[in-house]
């Protein structure tokens, strides 16, 4: 698959996640050999009024790159506003347009997946980053609002005809948020409908997922979302049975507690060790899902204020 100058031979991207993509995970996840990680979405009103935690959002390193800033907004200037003050930051290589976030707080602003209900203004907002951008540019949507009103193929046709260079679609309506199962097969119609590149998202956490993902929807690439949180392992994962048909172990415990410490240690580094800390808590308990004695060790990491405290629980759990 190609976007612009990009070129993926192995294209299993990272989802743009809110409070999960930031620069810490994103650098694991690229580490662990993802190609292209999809940043959390960033307000292009916080751009326009040089918000400072919104300016920290748009921080990346070198060893993240290529990567994929996401961009929210309900105005068409705001949002050409916001590309184009990215591209002259030069710290993303990629701009991709939020309008699939289901969130109350942002629904109720005329953003994310409240755009599906407003077709005129979503053809508006495109049409203007498109002027505003050279960077290769992407829209991640979702099949539309309701039931009663699935509309991803129009919206895909529109996103192509005003100059976007690919779509990603989730395969749920804004209604059903996360409930239910990924719709592959209205992902298919999209796919038909279009001649840039589909990537289908939703529901791919094992390789017989992606295996299903792929065969139905026909699409160019996937984009992990939940499947990822806590398990950066599922891109080496996919990636190898992508090229072998063969499935990895999963990681040890060992290799476990060593990713938990270096995601902590980052994100100590990116955003100090008080609120870095506290942000760990959940991706603590997230690498550890599923795991035996889990929910003791949820409830010892949310009481951790410390990475020594952190790596003493690990430790006194794992024995490494």
Not at 45 to 56: C, D, F
Request: hydrophobic residues 45%; glycine residues 8%.
């Amino acid at each position: 698959m190609k976007l612009g100058a990009f070129a993926f031979d192995d294209p299993i991207f990272l989802a743009p996640m809110a409070g999960v993509t930031d620069t810490s995970y994103r650098v694991i996840a690229h580490g662990m050999g993802c190609p292209l990680a999809f940043a959390e979405m960033v307000s292009s009103q916080g751009i326009h009024y040089r918000n400072e935690h919104t300016m920290n959002m748009l921080r990346t390193e070198p060893d993240e790159r290529p990567i994929a800033m996401q961009i929210f907004a309900k105005s068409a200037r705001m949002a050409a506003e916001a590309a184009a003050y990215i591209e002259e930051l030069g710290t993303a290589d990629i701009l991709d347009f939020n309008m699939g976030c289901p969130a109350p707080k942002v629904v109720r602003n005329g953003e994310g997946s409240a755009l599906m209900r407003d077709p005129k203004r979503a053809e508006e907002i495109l049409t203007a980053i498109r002027r505003a951008t050279r960077l290769p540019f992407t829209v991640k949507m979702r099949l539309g609002w309701d039931d009663a009103s699935r509309n991803a193929v129009e919206i895909a046709r529109m996103a192509e005809a005003v100059g976007v260079d690919a779509v990603a679609v989730h395969g749920r309506t804004r209604e059903q948020f996360y409930s239910g199962s990924a719709d592959y097969a209205a992902i298919a119609a999209v796919k038909r409908a279009v001649g840039i590149p589909v990537i289908v998202s939703g529901d791919v956490r094992r390789p017989a997922d992606l295996k299903r993902a792929l065969e139905i929807t026909g699409a160019d690439a996937v984009m992990i979302g939940r499947g990822a949180q806590g398990n950066p392992w599922i891109f080496p994962q996919l990636i190898h049975w992508l090229h072998t048909g063969e499935e990895l172990p999963p990681p040890t415990l060992a290799e476990r507690a060593a990713v938990i410490l270096r995601h902590l240690d980052l994100l100590v580094g990116y955003k100090g060790e008080y609120i870095g800390i506290r942000e760990m808590r959940k991706h603590a308990a997230w690498y550890t899902r599923g795991l035996k004695g889990s929910a003791e060790l949820r409830e010892r990491f949310n009481r951790a204020a410390s990475r020594t405290e952190f790596a003493e629980i690990l430790h006194g759990a794992w024995g490494v």
